[in-house]
Structure formats: C-alpha cells, structure tokens
C-alpha cells in the first residue's frame, strides 16, 4: 500500500532554511488526482497546514508563510519537498507529509525539526 | 479565510457515554468537512469525511452530522481506544483544522 515518509535534518539554526521532503511509495505520486501536502504541529498544539501541490506542480500556500515557503513535486523521484526559509523558533514542529483528496486520508509519521 | 472552531477543547468522559464535538465555520462550507483522530506521537488518521461518511476501517460508532456552518461527531459508546484528541478540517476553500478536543477519562 501507498506510505510516505519525511526525511531531513532535525535542526536548523535560526534565519537558515528548512529543507524537508517526502519520499511516496507503494503507490504513483502522479495519479488519481490528489495534491500532496504539509501539515505542521508544534508541541502540545493543534494542526495547521503549511501548504499543498498537484501533480501538474501548482500549490497553495498559507497565507501565513506564503513569503517564505516552497513546496515543489519530483514524480521522477516520487517525492515532493518543502522549504521553508528564514526560520524562528516559531516554526519549532513536528512536520508531516500528507496525501489530499481535500481530506487528508494519507499521513507520514512525522518528522521533528526544530529551530534552535 | 476559513476559520474553524471546535467545543468543547476538553471533554472528560467515561466508558460507555455518548459523546458529541462541535465544529462551527466562519462561513458556508457545504459539506466538506472532515473529521479525524490523533493520539501521543502519532498522526491524525481520518475519520470521516464530507461531513458524514465513514472512511473504510473506522467503526461504525462514529458519526458525522452537519452542513453549512454547524457540524458534529459522535462517539455513541465511548471505548478505551478512543480517548485522544479530534480535529475537524473544512475543505471548501483551501484547509484549514479546528484547534482540536480532547477526549480525556472522567
């Protein structure tokens, strides 16, 4: 069955980059006419979403970090990937990657960077 | 933006009870809402979606109900395994999550 899985570094000093991607497999990344995304959780908080794209390579990004955020798509690699520049320590978090359909019905498990 | 707000944030309750979340919208979604179930340390594994149907697995003593602005989830007899924290999530325009309830033991 279709899993995915993050992958990058834990931390990241403030004002550099976070680099993340999320490797998809069992399964196309270019079919059915989903998007792919990032959810992010800090601590002991509720879920927000960073931002998404489609297999034709559009995105939509949160209003929020739209200044600062990439998100691309690889279907050669099977992956897609997050960038995230300018880090505070407000982007502390557990990362996922997530597969939508306008639900989310598939997640990574999680991926913890923090800025420090 | 959509906002999304859920009540209670914390409900304590016990085995056996009927338990029912709210989730209201800032503005029309229809019925694009989602629903779903998070545990310490783990992700957020979808419940339901648009509004009331249950994705494939998930036991049938939970329900959704709802659309335009007012949304619910029910747990009709609360099980040990179902104590965590629940997210709705609209899907109208873009997503966005509620801020969660957490389902704790009485």
């Known amino acids: ?116 | 933006d959509i906002q999304m707000t859920q009540s209670p944030s914390t409900l304590s309750a016990s085995v056996g009870d009927r338990v029912t979340i709210t989730c209201r919208a800032s503005q029309s979604i229809s019925r694009w809402l989602a629903w779903y179930q998070q545990k310490p340390g783990k992700a957020p594994n979808l419940l339901i979606y648009k509004a009331s149907t249950l994705e494939s697995g998930v036991p049938s003593r939970f329900s959704g109900s709802g659309s335009g602005t007012e949304f619910t989830l029910t747990i009709s007899s609360l099980q040990p395994d179902d104590f965590a924290t629940y997210y709705c999530q609209q899907y109208n325009i873009y997503l966005t999550f509620g801020g969660g309830t957490k389902v704790e033991i009485k």
């Open chain 1, 1 to 116: 069955q279709v899993q995915l899985q993050e992958s990058g570094p834990g931390l990241v000093k403030p004002s550099q980059t976070l680099s993340l991607t999320c490797t998809v497999s069992g399964g196309s990344i270019s079919g059915g006419g989903y998007y792919w995304s990032w959810v992010r959780q800090p601590a002991g908080r509720g879920l927000e979403c960073i931002g998404r794209v489609d297999t034709s390579g559009n995105t939509n990004y949160n209003p929020s970090l739209a200044s600062r955020l990439t998100i691309s798509l690889d279907t050669s690699k099977s992956q897609f990937s997050l960038r995230l520049t300018s880090v505070t320590a407000a982007d502390t978090a557990v990362y996922y990657c997530a597969r939508v359909r306008g639900y989310f019905d598939l997640w990574g498990r999680g991926t913890l960077v923090t800025v420090s």
